[in-house]
């Protein structure tokens, strides 16, 4: 059964770095999500990305924050300057339409210190 | 603003013993509710579709059914392995192409043997 990968699963960096997670959308969806999830909060939308731009983002995503799909599989978010409250979850998901069911990846732990 | 709450917080239940999960939305036109299970440390996972008032989907022991203000997920003789947060999220109607899920904070439900 077709998945969305997400590489790492853990990553730790040091305030002020950049850092990109990485996704893999399951191959036949054309809409890609990324999420947020704080320890202890609810699953937060950051950002939609369909037909290479951006549809909808959130007051989460702001100019420290870009995605990219760099080819045909691969779709990435980049926080240019990490502060300590980024420190979350980050699910990557995708979906077939914009009106149908999102499938999310297994997320990247991002710790920043 | 879109908005989900979810009820109760916590519920832990005896193997075998039936019980109901709530989810209460606003949200203005709601284009598809949507069901999750969500492991500690892990993604959320899609159970369940809704996208009008009355219909019900069933998947092994677990129910869900839609109202117009509510949805509802019932659990049928719970065992050990359904214990998990499980997670409500809505999508709106609206113009422009991907949508964000609003997602409620979840109902961790613990079923002990």
């Known amino acids: 059964e077709p998945e969305v990968t997400q590489t790492p699963s853990h990553q730790v960096t040091q305030m002020g770095q950049e850092v990109i997670l990485r996704c893999v959308p399951i191959?036949?969806?054309?809409?890609f999500y990324w999420y947020r999830q704080i320890l202890g909060q609810k699953v937060e939308f950051l950002v939609s990305?369909?037909?290479?731009?951006?549809?909808?983002k959130s007051e989460i995503f702001d100019d420290q924050f870009s995605v990219e799909r760099p080819d045909g599989s691969n779709f990435t978010l980049k926080i240019r300057s990490t502060k300590l409250e980024d420190s979350a979850m980050y699910f990557c998901?995708?979906?077939?339409?914009?009106?149908?069911?999102?499938?999310f990846g297994p997320g990247t732990r991002l710790t920043v210190t | 603003e879109d908005q989900v709450t979810q009820s109760p917080e916590a519920l832990r239940l005896q193997e075998g013993e039936s019980s109901s999960l709530n989810c209460s939305y606003t949200?203005?036109?709601?284009?598809?509710l949507f069901w999750y299970r969500q492991d500690p440390g892990k993604g959320p996972e899609f159970l369940f579709t809704?996208?009008?008032a009355g219909e019900e989907k069933e998947k092994e022991r677990l129910k869900a059914t839609l109202t117009k203000k509510e949805s509802f997920l019932h659990i049928t003789a719970p065992k050990p392995e359904d214990s998990a947060t499980y997670l409500c999220?809505?999508?709106?109607?609206?113009?422009?192409?991907?949508?964000?899920?609003?997602f409620g904070s979840g109902t961790q439900l613990t079923v002990l043997p």
């Open positions: 998901a995708s979906s077939r339409t914009a009106h149908y069911e999102q499938y």
């Open positions: 191959s036949n969806h054309l809409y």
């Open positions: 990305f369909y037909n290479n731009e951006i549809s909808e």
């Open positions: 949200v203005s036109g709601l284009r598809g």
């Open positions: 809704l996208y009008s």
């Open positions: 999220a809505v999508l709106p109607r609206g113009k422009g192409s991907a949508r964000q899920l609003t």
